[in-house]
């Protein structure tokens, strides 16, 4: 059984960066998907970054040139580095991960089977 666990939220002030770490126990896949989605205060849960199997990454707009995804297959991790943080970006952040099928629908909720329980970030002004 997957289990993510995620580390590393905080609060922090505006411009300031953080690192994200998710770590998953029984994760092996040559074809699987791994994501970062958040979810604010009374707001629905939007999907942030994905990284599949092969390296390929994708990006909400919203956080283009500002967040970084990466992965550490060897140690079954996934990071996300935040830069230049904004107040906006307060909320809780989660990691997910599906085993097969790639990325192609890593912005959708229901293409994970595996969620983390989540860590905050909180950006002030």
């Known amino acids: 059984h997957v289990q993510l666990v995620e580390s590393g939220g905080g609060s922090v002030q505006a411009g300031e960066s953080l690192r994200l770490s998710c770590t998953a126990s029984a994760w092996t896949t040559s074809n699987g998907c791994m994501g970062w989605f958040r979810q604010a205060s009374e707001k629905g849960r939007e999907g942030v970054a994905a990284i599949g199997s092969g390296g390929g990454t994708s990006y909400a707009d919203s956080v283009k040139g500002r967040f970084t995804i990466s992965q550490d297959s060897a140690k079954n991790a996934l990071y996300l580095q935040l830069n230049n943080l904004k107040t906006e970006d307060t909320a809780m952040y989660y990691c997910?991960?599906?085993?097969?099928?790639?990325?192609?629908?890593?912005?959708?909720?229901?293409?994970?089977?595996?969620w983390g329980q989540g860590t905050q970030v909180t950006v002030s002004a």
């Open positions: 997910a991960a599906r085993a097969s099928g790639g990325c192609r629908w890593w912005h959708h909720v229901t293409w994970y089977f595996y």
